[in-house]
């Protein structure tokens, strides 16, 4: 569903169901296009058929919350999350350079993200204005319920909380890809996180400051490895249902944080 006043977006969403859900999906999209202040002019609803083969399963990220407030202690964790992960540190401030200051060619914040190469932080993705959009994921119901309490528990109510979880779990299995850097274009919501296979998605309460209009996504890839056709139309076609939660805890301080994701990487070393 998309919303629109004039060239104006105003909402937009996205799921993937049973066919029996169809009309009661139809009903709550309007609903919420016709739920968001301004009367849109324009309401969109797109319908595609998906085989049920076609469908990849997969279990969410773990999540953890670093919980200190300083912008650019937390900054500095996300840095180093990302070498973690496999990321250069030039690459990291390009991105983190680019993010807060408008990664669009004009200058704007990007739609969509940039990609990177994750050694050299050299820009690959084809239209540098709007970037590449993550779309075709969604929780199955069960995996849906579940990770609401979990997230409930962690005191992690916000709806983009869930929705930035799932689009980093399907971005993060994506071919050639390394790791992702978010954070928010809302001037109101300063959260951002890191996101890898290895890591996990750490999450940063703080990523920019209150009020500050800018924001964006980075996915850092393996530019050897990388096909740039099978990429894109893997995050903007390949569907993608979360089927099993992770967990979701959170960490104190840098030390307690690197601690449990590096225990995190080890065991799934050992265990594959
Ligand atoms: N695919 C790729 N990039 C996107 C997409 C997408 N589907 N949607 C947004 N972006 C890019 C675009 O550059 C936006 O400016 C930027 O990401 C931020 O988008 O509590 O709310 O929708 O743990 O503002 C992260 C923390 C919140 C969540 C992310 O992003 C948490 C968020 P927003
Ligand atoms: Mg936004």
Not at 33 to 54: E, F, Y
Not at 116 to 140: C, H, I, K, N, Q
Not at 167 to 172: E, G, I, Q
Request: net charge negative.
């Amino acid at each position: 569903m998309r919303a629109s006043v004039g060239s104006r977006h105003l909402s937009g969403a996205e799921r993937i169901i049973p066919i029996e859900k169809l009309e009661d999906t139809a009903h709550e999209f309007v609903a919420r296009a016709l739920g968001k202040g301004s009367l849109p002019d324009r309401i969109v609803l797109g319908v595609d058929a998906l085989s049920a083969g076609s469908l990849i399963a997969l279990k969410a990220l773990d999540l953890v919350t670093l919980t200190v407030q300083g912008v650019s202690e937390s900054r500095e964790a996300a840095l180093k999350t990302l070498e973690m992960a496999g990321v250069s540190e030039k690459a990291v401030e390009d991105a983190m350079r680019l993010i807060s200051t408008g990664a669009a060619l004009s200058g704007e914040n990007m739609r969509g993200a940039m990609i990177m190469d994750a050694r050299t932080g050299e820009r690959l993705e084809p239209d540098r204005e709007r970037g590449v959009r993550a779309s075709r994921f969604d929780w199955t119901e069960p995996a849906s319920n579940r990770i609401d309490l979990l997230l409930a528990d962690a005191g992690l109510t916000h709806f983009r909380t869930k929705e930035a979880l799932a689009l980093a779990t399907k971005v993060a299995h994506a071919p050639a890809m390394v790791a992702e850097l978010c954070w928010s274009d809302d001037p109101d919501y300063t959260a951002g996180y890191v996101a890898s296979i290895r890591t996990g998605y750490v999450r940063f309460p703080f990523l920019k400051e209150y009020g500050d209009p800018r924001g964006g996504r980075a996915f850092f890839v393996n530019g050897d490895a990388l096909n740039t056709d099978a990429l894109i139309e893997y995050l903007q076609k390949a569907a993608v249902r979360i089927a099993e939660a992770g967990t979701c805890r959170s960490a104190g301080d840098a030390h307690e944080l690197f601690r449990l994701i590096k225990h995190d990487a080890q065991a799934d070393m050992q265990g594959a």
